[in-house]
């Protein structure tokens, strides 16, 4: 607690290259340069819903409940293009390949501006008491990732980046039921 003004304004722009710029030039070199205007166009896109991102994140800092995120989170965002990029080393060749990463580079920026809340777990802490059962998985998680990091950070990138919208489905159909159930009761 210890950080200046300058700090926290230097910190955003920092942040805006590193989950911004940074994962919009990858995929504009990496694939979406192929589909021209459109490509470039989509990177900007990107770019520009990553910054709205990390405002809003600074401006809600304070006020929100902090075991949600609104919104995609910036640095799953570039970890999901970047593990795309592990998996798929060799630049996509095909126009269908271009046209799927762009649908993902737009997915995402589209995700990190919506309403939709994302899990923050910013209550697990490690310093705290665990049971073994966590610290087993935790181990066993990272072996998956040291034995298979293509497929294991891709699989959690993009398993991370439904879980939004699965949850906010899943919440929905969830309320309906649970409406329906209780106009049954009263019928």
Known sequence: ???SEF???Y???ADVVSFGAAPAVLALSWGLWDLGRIGWIASFFYLTCAAIRLARFSVQAGTSDHRF???LPSPASAGLLASLALYWPDRPGSLLSARLLL???LLASALMVSKVRYRSFKNFDLRQRQPY?????LAMFIALVALDPEHVLLLLSVGYALSGPAERVATRLWRRGARRTKADSHS
């Open 11 to 13: 910190d955003s722009v």
């Open 103 to 105: 649908g993902v580079v």
């Open 69 to 71: 995120f609104v919104g």
């Open 7 to 9: 700090g926290e304004v």
């Open 133 to 137: 059962t966590v610290i087993v998985l």
């Open 1 to 3: 607690r210890t950080q």
